[in-house]
């Protein structure tokens, strides 16, 4: 295959998976769809006979400083960015490759320079 076909293929795979990426995260962003469930944690509570000792065992009742729903999406959320990040970074480098084979590659040589400065001076 040519270099200029596969580097165009490469730089359009890339690009795709970056606005694929985007689109995910603009629709979790919108609040059509929800980010994937990674983890299920419990609430945080605390028994009020932990906070009163001399409360009487019968009468403790668990209080909720936070609610599961709160803890799991706030962390399912950041999971979801963080796995959106390592996405969003191999597309990126997935469009550089492609970049690169579509760059002409130019190699210039010591010796070429200096016979082109020797060629310059000695036509002046």
Excluded: C
């Amino acid at each position: 295959m040519d270099t200029k076909v596969v580097g165009y293929s490469l730089l359009v795979v890339g690009l795709l998976i970056i606005a694929g990426l985007a689109f995910n995260l603009f629709s979790i962003v919108r609040g059509s769809s929800s980010a994937p469930e990674y983890f299920s944690f419990p609430a945080i509570s605390i028994s009020s006979s932990a906070l009163v000792p001399d409360a009487p065992a019968e009468n403790a009742q668990n209080i909720e400083l936070l609610p599961a729903k709160t803890i799991n999406s706030t962390t399912n959320l950041a999971m979801h960015l963080f796995v959106l990040g390592l996405g969003v970074t191999i597309g990126a480098k997935i469009s550089q490759l492609g970049v690169e084979m579509l760059r002409p590659v130019k190699v210039v040589m010591r010796n070429q320079i200096n016979n082109e400065q020797k060629k310059e001076t000695n036509t002046q």
